[in-house]
């Protein structure tokens, strides 16, 4: 049986539920459209740092915030359009700002559409007409998360028409006690420490001790990513549209998550154009990632 229920806690909180498979999705729209929870058999899959959730002031550590329209950081939180500067801080703006449910289901699975819209507030800082579409479905142990992007530019007489540059990603924070209980199957042979620029190869696991890791592998052979967590006895697998060309691996000495983030393209895209993606106005693109998490004996 799957049902949609709706929760007044700090913020309205939609919560996805398949009765069967004792599964659970909490949906936060207007703390930027972000999961905060996901639950499988009823055991969390996800880590939220509940203290700084609460402080709307504060980058959110935890659930699945949504990238966008970069991925990382600017140097200097800026970039250049047509001879002009602009200003965007790190991951871009919609996992801070209000999404808007307009489409619920419960037929043979939970489903929930958010959508986010330009408006004054982004045109100041990316001078682009655009609407998202995300679509959050549950069912059983999957988590698919839909993605629609379009450029408006041109078509609400506020911008001319104008092709849109953008690259996307989500950030999963996935729950752990035991970091050196991690193995994680991802289909490249190298990776690159995105502080130090250090070019390494990937064993399948990484430095528990170590006090970050925040690194990225390009250059996929494949489109899928699985993380085992032994302590738990848990395998997460994340699949994703071709689009997204990368997987970021980091985490931080003494908290409790890993993060595995599918983005489009790498730091600083939108100055060095590297896989960045151009619609055309009125142009749509469409993208998915699923995850599925398993416990195993």
């Keep these: 049986m799957f049902a949609i229920g709706l929760e007044q806690k700090q913020y309205k909180t939609y919560i996805l539920l398949d009765e069967t498979a004792q599964s659970c999705l909490e ?6 459209g972000m999961i905060t929870r996901w639950q499988v058999h009823g055991e969390e899959i996800l880590y939220l740092d509940q203290k700084r959730f609460a402080k709307p002031e504060l980058s959110v550590r935890g659930g699945i915030p949504i990238l966008f329209p970069i991925c990382g950081n600017l140097p200097n939180d800026t970039y250049s359009y047509q001879g002009r500067q602009y200003r965007l801080k790190q991951h871009g703006f919609a996992r801070d700002l209000p999404w808007t449910v307009t489409q619920q289901q419960t037929e043979g699975k939970a489903a929930i559409t958010l959508t986010l ?8 800082c990316y001078p682009f007409d655009f609407e998202l579409e995300f679509t959050y479905t549950l069912k059983g142990n999957d988590l698919e998360i ?3 992007f379009k450029n408006l530019s041109g078509t609400i007489n506020s911008l001319p028409p104008r092709v849109m540059p953008f ?42 001790d170590a006090d970050e890791i925040d690194v990225i592998f390009g250059s996929l052979t494949g489109l899928a990513t699985l993380a085992y967590d032994y302590q738990r006895h848990l395998r997460v697998a994340l699949s994703y549209s071709a689009a997204y060309a990368n997987v970021v691996y980091w985490t931080v000495q003494g908290k ?29 693109c469409e993208m998915l990632v699923h995850l599925s998490a398993t416990f195993f004996e």
């Design 146 to 148: 839909f993605q629609r």
């Design 167 to 208: 690259s996307t990603g989500l950030h999963p924070y996935f729950l752990t006690q035991d970091k050196t209980q991690l193995q994680f199957d991802i289909p490249a042979i190298q990776y690159r420490d995105q502080n130090t620029q250090q070019v390494s190869d990937f064993t399948g696991t990484f430095d528990a």
């Design 117 to 124: 819209t330009s408006n004054p507030q982004t045109r100041q």
């Design 27 to 32: 949906v936060v729209p207007e703390r930027g």
């Design 256 to 284: 409790d998550y890993y993060c595995l983030e599918p983005w489009t393209a790498p730091r600083n895209a939108l100055n060095t154009t590297q896989q960045l993606i151009y619609l055309k106005p009125g142009e749509i």
